[in-house]
């Protein structure tokens, strides 16, 4: 059964152009997360969706972000205009209906720099 | 806010020697759960402990879950190169999956 699968693995990019991140999340799964992480602040929720809705974008940095799923089967993550401060590595998580256990499955990342 | 402190942040030691590495918080979670992290790579589930006083075992790892749900710990025996990586807990709750920033560790031959 394949995991999380995220595209594309590294993006390089200057600053002022238009990102997107892909997602795939594991089939069967209610819920998709996306985290960026960096040394500084750790693994930071961005989103997330249950059954293709937004519930919680709280973690989102500013308007600059913004993130869809059109379908049971693909989540995009756009940054648009993108700065270098936005170099991170960012994933993209996917769950059961987590109950009280959470647990969650992590794709293997993308990893942003922008110049 | 729920906050989930790891320590040590970094940890170096010998391939056969034993280590600990915590995870505290001044919160309850419902559930708690350890991750490892390689290079490259995202974080993989290891364990997940529920019940206050929970201990599990894999293999050479020991996950306890503290009595109060508010904090954890990890221990490997005989540490071996592999288990060289990034090791985060994540706490379960109202507020969703909270993780720590992790603990580095470095498994040298």
């Known amino acids: 059964d394949a995991g999380v699968i995220q595209s594309p693995r590294h993006e390089v990019t200057e600053m002022g152009q238009e990102v997107t991140l892909r997602c795939k999340p594991i089939s069967g799964h209610d819920y998709l997360f996306w985290y960026r992480q960096t040394m500084m602040r750790g693994l930071e929720l961005l989103i997330y969706?249950?059954?293709?809705?937004?519930?919680?974008d709280s973690g989102m940095p500013e308007d600059r972000f913004s993130a869809k799923m059109p379908n049971a089967s693909f989540s995009t993550l756009k940054i648009q205009p993108s700065e270098p401060r936005d170099s991170a590595v960012y994933f993209c998580?996917?769950?059961?209906?987590?109950?009280?256990?959470?647990?969650?499955?992590f794709g293997p990342g993308t990893r942003l720099t922008v110049t | 806010t729920q906050l989930l402190e790891q320590s040590p942040q970094f940890l170096s030691i010998q391939e056969g020697e034993n280590l600990t590495v915590y995870c505290n918080s001044s919160s309850v979670f419902s559930s708690l759960q350890w991750y490892r992290q390689e290079p490259g790579e995202g974080p993989v589930l290891l364990v997940t402990?529920?019940?206050?006083?929970e201990v599990k075992k894999l293999k050479r790892l020991t996950f306890q879950f503290g009595d109060a749900r508010k904090d954890s710990s990890l221990h490997i025996t005989a540490a071996q190169t592999g288990d060289t990586g990034l090791y985060l807990c994540?706490?379960?709750?109202?507020?969703?999956?909270?993780f720590g920033k992790g603990t580095h560790l470095i498994i040298q031959p």
């Open positions: 998580a996917s769950s059961p209906s987590p109950g009280l256990l959470y647990e969650q499955y």
């Open positions: 969706f249950n059954n293709n809705v937004p519930i919680d």
């Open positions: 402990v529920v019940t206050g006083g």
């Open positions: 994540a706490g379960g709750g109202a507020d969703g999956l909270t």
